[in-house]
Every structure is written in C-alpha cells, then in structure tokens.
C-alpha cells in the first residue's frame, strides 16, 4: 500500500512539474510586434484604378519553359508603362534584360549606401478556357466594378508592379530624390521558374558589383481569417521559400493484351509508386523560418493555443503538422496507354515536391528511390531549385520592412514565415543581404482559390493599400537608412 502511494505521489509530483513548467513558458511568452509609428497617409487618385485594368489587357502570358514569349504582347505592355508612368521614364535609367524583362535603376545621392531592390513579374498563368463563364468579366478585359477590378494578374501579380510604379511616379511629382538606390526588377518568366528573367537580371547586377541591403518581392500577404486563433489580419513575410522538384516515374514493360494481364501490370506499378510515395512522405521537421512563425504567433493566441505554441517541445508534432512544416508530395501528371485492350508498354506518371529547408533535390530524389520499386526508373523533369536560405529578422532592413507595414496597418500582426510556393526573389540571395517576400494583399480563404484560378480580382481599397505601402516603404527607407 505504501509503495502504491508513493507511486501516486511522484506521478502527482511530476504532473505537477509539468503543469508549472507549461504555465512558465506561457506566461513569459510576450508579444514581438513593434509599435505603430505616426506616418502621414497620402491621397490616392481613382485613376489608378484605370491604369491596373490597362495593364490587365496585355496578354503577358508564360506557358511553359520552352515557350516564346508574345513579344506583341510584352512590348506593349512597355510601352504602355512608359506612357502611363513618364516622370519614372524620365528619372530612372531603364535596362531591358533578356528583351522582354526590365530593371529600372533610380539613382540615389549617397552611392556608400547598399541599393534596395523591389521586385514584381509581368507575366501571368494562362486561363482555361472552360472556365470562361465562370469569370465575372473577361479575364484580360480588366473590368472595373463597383468593388474590384477583375482580371488575370489582378492579384499575381501586376497590382504589386503597378503599384510600385504608381508608388514611384507619386514619389517624382513631389520632388522625392532617395538617398540609396532604388532598383525595381520585373522579370517575364516568374510563372515557369523566372530563369530567363530574374535570374538574368540578378546575373546582370551581380556582374555590375550590386550588392544590395534589401530585396522584396511577393509572396507575402495580409491573412484575414486563415489563422485559427487570431481575429487581426495577419501580415506574413516570408523569409524563405521552400524548394521545387518534379519527378517523373516511369515503368516501362512488354505490355501485352488486357486478357491475359502479367502479374506486374505497367500501370498497376506505376499506381503503386504513387501510393506508397504518399503513404510514406517524408517527416514533419522544424526549420528556421517555421520556428519565427511559432514565436510570432503564439503570443497573439488565445491561451490554450498560446500554451501550445510556447511548448513545442510537446506538442511540437501536431503544430509543425498544422503549419505544413515538411516536403510536400503531389502526384500531378500521369500518362499511359493507348487502348482499352491493350496492356501499355510505357507508363509514367509526375510528381511534385515542395522542399523543406534542411532537404534538398539530391535527398528528395533517394527518398524517391528508396520507396517505390527498383524496376521504376526516377528522372528529374523540369525546373527544380533547393530551398532557399532564411533571411535574417534581426537587421536594420527587416525592421525598417516590420516598422512600415505596423504604420500602414497598424490592426495587422507581422509574422515572419516559410512560403511554400516559389517566387523570383529566390534569384537574389547572393547580391541581398537580406530577400523578403511581402506585399499588403489582402488574402481570405475565399480568395485563395483565385490565386491562378476563377475569377482573379482584386478589391479597389486593397489596391490603393498596395499603393501607400509601397510609397510609405521607399519613403522610410530612404529617411531612416
């Protein structure tokens, strides 16, 4: 009876302890967003509205890798630019690279301060035709509502390169002179991996001796109701972005007729292949960038929610699982056979992963082949790039980033994160001491769908929000660096 009790005593002793050390990590877990600073709000014209569905009606579209660029269609996209924004073509020196990408470079008065560079895209995804009907307008009409403007790119992303522009030009009419150099970079080939634009213009600053303090891009967002727990808009920034790699699987057999099937069928390997990449997908981890997500996070929680975030160290599980914190498997093409009677001789299927950092394509592809059958050959296909390094939090820089968009948006909680999905800014960590990925769109469960779906569109007021943040951003930047 007395060892009984004694057993009790301890569990009681240690859950006590347990219960103690949860509430300690709870209680001293502060939040981390800085205060508002006072900034003075300038007016914004409609008319910007105007230009946003101009530059919707070029059809600047990337269809694949291999695929030639409209060069009608992106030559006036230029044109339209300069005619749309003349103090920025007056002001600015204009390098085209690679013909149809476009580097502006505005010439700041201090040449011992690090440039900053901004960064959008001009091409958009293509649009399926069966979807037409579901549009509220033509997708490159560029409608203008009562509410949005609607159109491909509306959201992906030529708000943000307009509103650089827009940002720009309003700077110029005021006789705004930045102290550091400001570049703006827009590629042509985001949508297909951004080599031929981004990465020629980073090719091209890096041998110009570039060596930046700052680098943003999208990929970034204002989160309304998609963080459980948090009733405040969300700003993420992501710091880093995960990798991207596709990989065909290919069963090749001496097929045969579908009445006399052999016991290993080719497409029945192949689905196989598929299934156990599924079943076996690779381990929820923590990174860097995750981990900030977590400290950020948690302490604008509710209190159950903010005592799992300050102990990850037990339930550290079920959070990285929530926050998608591991490579990603999605089977997305699959191909084979020819007739309904007829066992194919060839099957292949692609897979997609989006790679976690602390992995890489060498590790991902051994995975691959450690899982599915030795008889199924594994091939690389496409454009595929290793996770990005995570850019510091703790620079001048990246406050400058978190102080502007608390001024802006003052409602907002700022989260540094992992993006999943990869952008240009992946090109321009070896000239950036730090890349950010961020613009104020404003993004709702809702609105995700139309993210390279139906119906891109984007509301007026978050517009103009764009707009004031990045004014505000070039403004700050050159008052404060």
């Given amino acids: 009876m007395k060892l009984i009790r004694k057993i009790f005593l301890t569990i009681l002793a240690?859950?006590?302890i347990l219960v103690i050390v949860v509430l300690f990590n709870t209680l001293r877990l502060n939040s981390k967003q800085v205060d508002p600073q006072p900034i003075e709000l300038v007016s914004i014209s409609d008319e910007v509205f105007l230009n946003l569905s101009k530059a919707v009606q070029f059809q600047t579209i990337s269809f694949s890798e291999e695929a030639i660029p409209d060069s009608a269609a992106f030559n006036g996209f230029h044109a339209f630019l300069a005619e749309a924004f003349p103090l920025v073509?007056?002001?600015?020196?204009?390098?085209k690279i690679n013909e149809y990408s476009l580097l502006y470079k505005w010439d700041g008065s201090d040449s011992s301060k690090k440039p900053i560079i901004l960064m959008s895209h001009q091409d958009v995804v293509p649009v399926d035709v069966p979807t037409l009907e579901m549009w509220e307008a033509s997708p490159f009409e560029g409608k203008i509502t009562a509410d949005h403007i609607v159109g491909r790119g509306t959201m992906d992303d030529?708000?943000?390169?307009?509103?650089?522009?827009?940002g720009a030009e309003m700077l110029l009419k005021e006789g705004f002179a930045p102290v550091q150099t400001i570049y703006f970079a827009f590629g042509h080939d985001e949508e297909v991996g951004g080599a031929k634009g981004a990465g020629k213009i980073a090719e091209y600053l890096a041998q110009q001796g570039v060596q930046a303090a700052f680098t943003l891009d999208e990929g970034g967002m204002i989160a309304e109701g998609m963080v459980p727990g948090i009733d405040q808009p969300v700003s993420m920034i992501n710091v880093a972005e995960k990798g991207f790699a596709s990989f065909r699987l290919i069963v090749e057999t001496k097929g045969g007729h579908s009445s006399a099937p052999p016991r290993e069928n080719t497409i029945g390997m192949l689905a196989q292949?598929?299934?156990?990449?599924?079943?076996?997908?690779?381990?929820y981890r923590m990174a860097d960038p995750v981990q900030y997500q977590i400290d950020y996070l948690g302490p604008e929680m509710p209190f159950v929610q903010k005592m799992a975030f300050a102990n990850t160290w037990l339930l550290k599980g079920q959070i990285l699982e929530a926050l998608n914190s591991h490579t990603t498997t999605a089977p997305t093409i699959i191909g084979g056979g020819v007739k309904n009677n007829v066992i194919p001789t060839v099957a292949e299927a692609t897979i997609n992963f989006r790679i976690l950092p602390g992995e890489t394509i060498e590790s991902v592809q051994a995975h691959i082949e450690n899982i599915v059958s030795d008889k199924i050959r594994v091939e690389p296909a496409g454009h595929l790039t290793n996770p990005s390094p995570a850019s510091p939090i703790d620079s001048e820089a990246y406050k400058l980033l978190e102080s502007t968009i608390r001024s802006v948006f003052p409602n907002s909680v700022v989260v540094p994160g992992l993006i999943g999905g990869g952008t240009d800014a992946r090109h321009f960590y070896g000239i950036s001491d730090g890349v950010y990925r961020y613009y104020p769109l404003r993004i709702s469960p809702d609105a995700m769908t139309r993210f390279h779906g139906i119906d891109e569109k984007i509301t007026k007021d978050n517009y103009k929000e764009i707009i004031q943040f990045t004014y505000q951003l070039m403004r700050k930047f050159n008052e404060e660096v």
């Fill in 14 to 16: 240690l859950a006590l």
């Fill in 89 to 95: 073509h007056e002001k600015m020196t204009l390098t």
């Fill in 158 to 166: 030529k708000s943000s390169l307009m509103a650089l522009l827009e």
């Fill in 273 to 283: 292949a598929i299934v156990d990449l599924e079943n076996n997908q690779l381990p």
